[in-house]
């Protein structure tokens, strides 16, 4: 447990002290969104109508960009060959990586989706709605993109391989976190899409880890 | 040298089994494709509704079939591969990908090119197609793993974890995409269903299915003897080199 | 407490590296593997620190093979690779803070002071000079202590004085029974050392 918080801690720490990284994906995220409006003309019933996926799509796209950044610094300055010969499982090693990448690079993408999304004139209820899906299925994004970094890692050029692996096993998410906003928009129930969701980052849970740390091992060797 | 290094890389066993096949194969598949083609272009009856563009489907269907089949055999063999360590297993669902690909890709020209003149657009974001479309990205992802790594052993095992996560994924992302599909719906999509198949049509349809199989067999083969040749010059360039 | 390694035979990207390679260590004592580049020296020690699989050939602490209790293994053990394993936008303190935190250990300020990092330990590790980024990684061996150290090049970019200095330390780790296996092309002149030439070994296997 004393492991696991002081990776955890180091991993946040350095976070935030490289807060320049997460600057550029928030202006990321707010640039590409912006960009919509600009292609599809700035009439507010096709935003509103188009809102929730733009959101989805520029928040999974902002994701990707943070990856690399799960492993790859520890994997170049040898680190994580010494995080391994520690007490921690290396499944366990990257289970505490993908969760403080999601705090600190994935949730305050969340945070400032309400504004955007108010700036694409998406209804109050979908906004909550956005926010309950990005919160529940956001996780599989950290987590099957953690796959995705692990089995890069070692790799030059990795970046573009890495969107390659990781996009198409996102589909699924997309789709149940653009239909739970647009069921709320539409005054239906939304709970069943985000049980989906969570299923899907239960079931991530489950898979992700030891295929990222069987890809890790490798990567090292 | 001390060590021989061939036994790494020397499955006389399935090349002599794949040697033994091979003439078959290449035998049976012209003589199922030419079957099925013939059957299929011009004995089965034209559909009511859609005409002579219903022969399409004997290209598109069983193209279709086969890669969905080719990713599942990659995936198990990729899982044998990681399991029991044996190198043809890798070999094999790496020879395998880029035929598969070609499958997904001549579903996906095939079905854009019948929904022409069914749906009035070449591409329409039917569920299948869509479905079709991502495992082609699948497929992509999988043949850039193998060729991103220099180290061949070190390639399987990473492209084995990735078509393994892809195949748990591939029921959710059909799930996934035929519900997106059902919520959009359009309403003057036509499924590709049609009336309830008949025999005249479903004999060469089968018949088609069996030929892309052996059309499969037959290249793998010839892939995986590649392969093998290719690490065997591997090995003797490396053996040079040391001594 | 006891090393032994029995013929560890290593092949990377199907290039035999080594052949036949039998160790053995015991307390108080210091191997110190020489050869000269690409012979193996690195793939060696990642070997016998359980970061590489050897392609045959087993290794056994105490006795029993490592590949049944790595966890066991690897509380005994401290590796000090090539790479600095430090974080440059953490200070020294910081960085050895994280690792004894890490393996649960906690002797932090023994370790400055033994590598004589105080003056530099609240500095961004960034700013510091090869040979001081080197120290503060040494460090590491006592803020984390245990009976092996795998020790690749540990003395590379250190200048005459700290090379005595991790010298006496060496010879006092070992003094104190613990065991080290170390690869350097400098001659340390060590008392207590047995020496492994992985070029002998492999003139052997042709």
Not at chain 2, 128 to 144: D, E, H
Not at chain 3, 176 to 204: F, W, Y
Request: neutral net charge.
């Amino acid at each position: 447990m004393r492991s696991f918080l002081a990776l955890l801690k180091r991993d946040m720490l350095l976070a935030y002290r490289q807060g320049s990284a997460l600057t550029m994906t928030l202006s990321f995220f707010v640039i590409a969104v912006t960009l919509f409006p600009l292609g599809v003309g700035p009439e507010l019933n096709v935003l509103a109508r188009i809102g929730p996926g733009v959101l989805w799509v520029g928040a999974l796209l902002a994701c990707l960009l943070t990856l690399d950044r799960i492993f790859q610094a520890d994997f170049e300055d040898g680190t994580l060959e010494q995080l391994m010969l520690g007490p921690l499982s290396i499944e366990f090693i990257v289970l505490t990586k993908i969760i403080a990448h999601w705090v600190m690079s994935v949730l305050p993408l969340i945070a400032i989706t309400p504004i955007l999304a108010i700036s694409l004139n998406v209804h109050a209820d979908g906004i909550w709605a956005m926010i309950f899906s990005l919160l529940i299925g956001s996780p599989v994004l950290s987590l099957i993109g953690a796959v995705g970094a692990a089995l890069t890692v070692a790799m030059r050029r990795g970046g573009v391989l890495l969107s390659l692996l990781v996009l198409p096993l996102y589909i699924p998410v997309l789709i149940f976190g653009v239909a739970s906003v647009e069921a709320a928009v539409a005054l239906m129930p939304m709970a069943p899409h985000l049980m989906l969701l969570g299923g899907l980052s239960l079931g991530a849970l489950v898979v992700c880890p030891f295929a990222a740390a069987a890809a890790l091992r490798l990567a090292v060797e | 040298m001390a060590i021989d290094l061939h036994k790494y890389a020397n499955p006389t066993r399935f090349l002599r089994i794949a040697n033994a096949i091979f003439p078959w194969s290449i035998v049976t598949t012209v003589v199922l494709l030419a079957t099925g083609l013939y059957l299929g272009l011009f004995v089965s009856p034209a559909d009511y509704q859609q005409g002579e563009t219903v022969r399409i489907m004997f290209v598109h269907v069983p193209a279709a079939w086969m890669a969905m089949s080719v990713y599942s055999m990659m995936a198990v063999s990729s899982a044998a591969g990681l399991i029991w360590k044996h190198p043809v297993a890798d070999l094999s669902a790496k020879a395998a990908a880029p035929i598969g690909a070609c499958f997904t890709f001549l579903a996906l020209v095939t079905g854009s090119l019948w929904g022409q003149p069914m749906w009035g657009a070449y591409w329409v974001w039917d569920a299948r197609l869509t479905s079709m479309l991502i495992l082609l990205f699948l497929y992509l992802g999988y043949m850039a793993v193998w060729g991103s790594f220099e180290d061949q052993s070190k390639a399987a095992k990473a492209a084995a974890i990735l078509v393994l996560i892809g195949a748990i994924n591939i029921p959710i992302i059909k799930f996934s995409v035929d519900w997106w599909n059902t919520l959009h719906q359009p309403a003057s999509v036509a499924t590709m269903d049609g009336p309830k198949i008949h025999s005249s049509i479903l004999t060469p349809l089968l018949i088609m299915g069996l030929g892309y199989t052996s059309l499969f067999v037959t290249i793998f083969i010839i892939r995986v003897r590649t392969e093998i040749l290719g690490r065997r010059l591997r090995m003797l360039r490396v053996n040079q080199l040391q001594e | 407490m006891s090393l032994y390694a029995q013929s560890l035979t290593c092949i990377r990207q199907d290039r035999l590296i080594f052949n036949a390679v039998d160790l053995s260590l015991n307390p108080g004592e210091i191997l110190w593997v020489k050869g000269r580049n690409g012979s193996g020296k690195t793939s060696l020690l990642r070997i016998l620190a359980c970061l590489l699989k050897p392609a045959t050939g087993i290794v056994s602490w105490n006795g029993t093979d490592i590949e049944e209790d790595p966890e066991h293994y690897k509380e005994n053990l401290q590796y000090v690779g090539h790479q600095d394993a430090l974080k440059m936008a953490m200070s020294a303190r910081e960085n050895l803070e994280f690792w004894s935190d890490y393996t649960e250990n906690s002797t932090v300020d023994q370790a400055l002071d033994a590598f004589q990092l105080q003056p530099i330990a609240d500095h961004p590790t960034q700013i510091l000079s090869a040979g001081q980024k080197k120290r503060s990684n040494l460090a590491r061996l006592i803020a984390c202590p245990a009976p092996l150290w795998i020790l690749d090049e540990p003395v590379s970019s250190l200048d005459t004085d700290y090379i005595g200095l991790f010298k006496d330390l060496l010879e006092k780790h070992v003094r104190n029974g613990g065991m080290a296996l170390l690869a350097t092309h400098q001659d340390l002149s060590l008392s207590r050392v047995r020496q492994l030439d992985l070029n002998q070994i492999s003139e052997v296997a042709r």
